[in-house]
């Protein structure tokens, strides 16, 4: 059974704290950091964001294999809105099953944000780098 999702006003409507959409934005990537800084025990400064896509992505190799996925990588940008009425866009990074790299730009309703420990998050960039290094994109 499918959940129903929030809108973009019912998210704001539910935040008696922020005064725009973009403040409201940026007070939960804040308060989903803090959160798990004290889960965890360590500061924020250690804290990493990265994301799962919401979308399920399909692909097809050479010889008719598919491959289901959701990409799950990092986010090395965070683009805070101008006016507050627009939506924050992440530039993400992810390599798919078959190794190689790619990079995106998605806004707050097509990732799931998950805060990672920095050890974890180097981890994953290191694998993002070798796949980006491998193609030779810089």
């Known amino acids: 059974m499918m959940k129903k999702r929030a809108t973009r006003d019912e998210l704001f409507e539910a935040d008696d704290h ?24 360590i500061p924020v400064s250690s804290l990493r964001l990265a994301y ?4 399920i992505i399909e692909l097809m190799s050479r010889d008719g294999k598919k491959v289901s996925y959701r990409a799950e990588g990092v986010i090395e940008a965070m683009n805070v809105p101008a006016r507050s009425n627009q939506t924050m866009t992440f530039q993400v990074s992810w390599v798919d099953p ?32 070798e796949a980006r290094e491998a193609m030779k994109i810089t």
């Open 18 to 41: 922020s005064t725009s959409w973009a403040d409201h934005q940026v007070s939960r990537v804040e308060r989903m950091m803090s959160l798990e800084s004290n889960r965890l025990g």
């Open 52 to 55: 799962d896509s919401r979308q």
């Open 98 to 129: 078959w190794g190689f790299f790619h990079t995106d730009q998605l806004n707050f309703f097509e990732v799931r944000l998950k805060v990672m420990d920095e050890f974890s998050f180097r981890r994953l960039q290191r694998l993002v780098s």
